[in-house]
């Protein structure tokens, strides 16, 4: 096994769940080598959640800056050579932009999985395996030496954002987030349905709390969920109030999210917050919460068969089934069971 190198660089733009994803990395490359510069290339919005990831430089590039955002990124990164780069995104883009490191080694996907010109911006493949996206992850690190042997994600939380959450969440009482949107609207619940689910919540004496970005879509399916609760007056309403480090410290406090297959559910999962995600369009197996995918459930392989005609089994890794009325596979009553199940777990 090679040693690990001194220096590598890390091109993984997007998005929220998929960098979540790739913290694990970086703690396996620190454990294995303590004094390895990690340069990571990430968007906007990515880095503001792992801001102070220690031991990690962050080069931001937002996708929104056109050929200046390049330029920026070309002037950054001039002068500088790295032992690795972990091309660890597929699309177009980021492949393009990975020209523009110089590093030794160039290590991607195996052929299986690569597309949209990753082969020729590479030197190196990862060994096939892992079919969820973290342990596919992992093998960037076993090409370097160092065995992701254990998970481990450590995010770094400050503590005004802890001083915010337990103002919002006081007490010991059992939480559950809800946090009812996919920047893929396809991939979206129907808010009566996470009304629903509240509601059940809120009769076993829990908190309920929506959560959520200042977007339209995020406020206008929050007040649907409100609008379809009897109890709406009982639920804690964050839609637009905080930030990404704030609804990290949330999920530090809360017990179950829920959600559909979103950067929110890895957020939450990371932080140690029990997930039933959503899954229809995407599979459960592949980009469910990672450390526990028992209380998700996972209707990919019906989605497969009924939009597509074809086994799930046949679909390339990471193809999503996203049609109208997806979501629909999922039903109420299986949530609140999962919802259910997953309370007497915990003792709640």
């Known amino acids: 096994m090679p040693s690990p190198p001194a220096s590598v660089c890390i091109l993984r733009l997007s998005a929220l769940g ?3 994803h790739v913290v694990p990395v970086v703690r396996t490359l620190q454990r294995h080598s303590p004094d390895i510069a990690i340069t990571w290339i990430i968007g906007k919005a990515e880095a503001a959640m792992l801001k102070g990831l220690e031991g990690v430089e962050f080069v931001v590039y937002d996708k929104k800056s056109g050929w200046a955002g390049i330029k920026q990124l070309r002037a950054t990164l001039a002068g500088q050579r790295f032992d690795a780069l972990l091309q660890m995104q597929l699309a177009f883009r980021a492949n393009a932009l990975s020209t523009l ?8 996907y195996d052929a299986a999985r690569s597309k949209e010109g990753h082969g020729l911006v590479i030197n190196e493949r990862i060994t096939p395996g892992g079919h969820h996206v973290l342990d596919a992850f992992g093998q ?3 090409a370097l030496g160092c065995p992701q042997d254990r998970v481990e994600w450590r995010l770094p939380v400050p503590d005004e954002a802890h001083d915010w959450a337990s103002t919002q969440l006081p007490g010991e009482t059992p939480t ?3 946090s009812p949107c996919s920047s893929h609207r396809l991939r979206n619940w129907r808010a009566e349905r996470y009304a629903a689910v509240a509601s059940q919540a809120l009769l076993r004496g829990w908190r309920a709390v929506l959560c959520g970005g200042p977007s339209a879509l995020e406020r206008a399916v929050g007040d649907a969920i409100l609008a379809a609760m009897p109890g709406r007056d009982r639920v804690l309403d964050l839609i637009g109030k905080d930030t990404f480090k704030r609804f990290l410290a949330l999920c530090g406090r809360a017990s179950i999210l829920l959600g559909p297959d979103s950067g929110p559910v890895h957020m939450a999962n990371a932080m140690g917050c029990r997930v039933i995600a959503l899954h229809a369009c995407t599979d459960a197996e592949r980009s469910g919460p990672y450390s526990d995918r028992r209380w998700s459930p996972n209707r990919y392989a019906e989605a497969a068969e009924r939009f597509l005609r074809k086994p799930a089994t046949a679909l390339p890794w ?3 089934v996203e049609f109208e009325g997806v979501m629909d596979l999922i039903g109420i009553d299986e949530v609140i069971e999962r919802f259910e199940a997953c309370a007497a ?3 709640r």
């Open 101 to 108: 490191v110089r590093a030794d080694r160039r290590i991607g």
């Open 140 to 142: 960037f690190a076993e």
């Open 18 to 20: 998929d960098a979540t």
């Open 176 to 178: 559950l987030l809800v």
């Open 318 to 320: 990471g193809k999503r």
């Open 345 to 347: 777990d915990l003792g």
